[in-house]
């Protein structure tokens, strides 16, 4: 009696494993289709948030946030979907985003489409991200993090307090703090909203 238990048992345990071992195996249809599929990247990341700390400047936060990245390792690009950038400071804020992204060799950065960096000069829990200090808009902006060099051959609309300044082309010196718009420059000046005799 002892026997014949002992041997349904262990048969009870074997179609368990079996059918264990068979379910392991099976996918739903929707996933064998999906678009995780195996790619050339090194690693991908999904509606992922990075902080970043500047080693060179304790004060300087940078958070980066991004509905995906796609990186390879071996040539350090990365490519990023709806990119948004916020850089912290002690006295100013500022935010970058656009639809696409990429960088390259970690140095170059490139924002592509509906490009939008808005410069708050307030600490980060004084903005009001409604009312930026000034906002560069372009359809494409090249960034060299070594050189701190902003660049862009596309048309930019750059709008201040005291007016809005627009034209095609970007050169700008971060370090100097230098701007150049290239070509077709136009602008709109308005002195009542400057800061002039104060």
Known sequence: MLNSRFVLFALLLAALALWFSFEQTRQPAGIQDSSLKT???????????????DKQNEHRLTITQSKSVFYQDSNKQA?????????????QTLTLHSVKGQSFDDNRFELNGQVDIRQFNHPFNDIETDHPDKTLKSEHI????????????????????????????????????????????RGDYNPTNSNIGK
Do not use: C
């Not at 790619?39 to 700390?53: A, D, E, K, R, V």
């Not at 701190?148 to 370090?175: F, N, P, R, W, Y």
């Open 39 to 53: 790619s050339g990247y090194s690693w991908q990341l999904f509606n992922g948030t990075t902080w970043q700390y």
């Open 79 to 91: 490519d990023f979907d709806s990119p948004r950038v916020t850089v912290i400071e002690p006295q």
């Open 142 to 185: 090249a960034y060299d993090v070594r050189q701190q060099l902003l660049s862009s051959d596309e048309d930019v609309t750059i709008t201040h307090q005291q007016g809005v300044t627009s034209g095609t082309g970007l050169m700008a010196d971060l370090k100097t703090r230098h701007i150049q718009l290239l070509s077709n420059v």
